[in-house]
Nanobody, 121 residues
Framework: QVHLVESGGGLVQPGGSLRLSCAAS????????MGWFRQAPGKEREFVAA??????YYADSVKGRFTISRDNAKSTVYLQMSSLKPEDTAIFYC????????????????WGQGTQVTVSS
């Protein structure tokens, strides 16, 4: 069992930056692939980024603006977001699954409660 807790969300102006954190407990984070997803009001949950031992990959909509990273010693995954746009406004969730990354939310076994990101002037 893995327990995930996101933090770092908030209100930011367009063009600004935020860093989200996802702290994991329960089992060794290094054995899991980790993903970030987001859900905007009235929309389905969508893939943002994922990281595993084989590397990281991103949704086209965030490529070049967001960076996913992990610190296994701290059991924490990060999502550094820059050049934020109003359309990035959503609840951001982190998730964990077996060792192979995936962009499909139904592949993930464990989810955090989410953190709200609002991009507005």
């Amino acid at each position: 069992q893995v327990h995930l807790v996101e933090s770092g969300g908030g209100l930011v102006q367009p063009g600004g930056s935020l860093r989200l954190s996802c702290a994991a407990s329960g089992r060794t984070l290094s054995s899991y692939a980790m993903g970030w997803f987001r859900q905007a009001p009235g929309k389905e949950r969508e893939f943002v980024a994922a990281i595993s031992r084989s590397g990281a990959y991103y949704a086209d909509s965030v490529k070049g603006r967001f960076t996913i990273s992990r610190d296994n010693a701290k059991s924490t995954v990060y999502l550094q977001m820059s050049s934020l746009k109003p359309e990035d406004t959503a609840i951001f969730y982190c998730a964990a699954k077996g060792s192979t990354s995936s962009s499909y939310s139904y592949h993930y076994d464990y989810w955090g409660q989410g953190t709200q990101v609002t991009v507005s002037s």
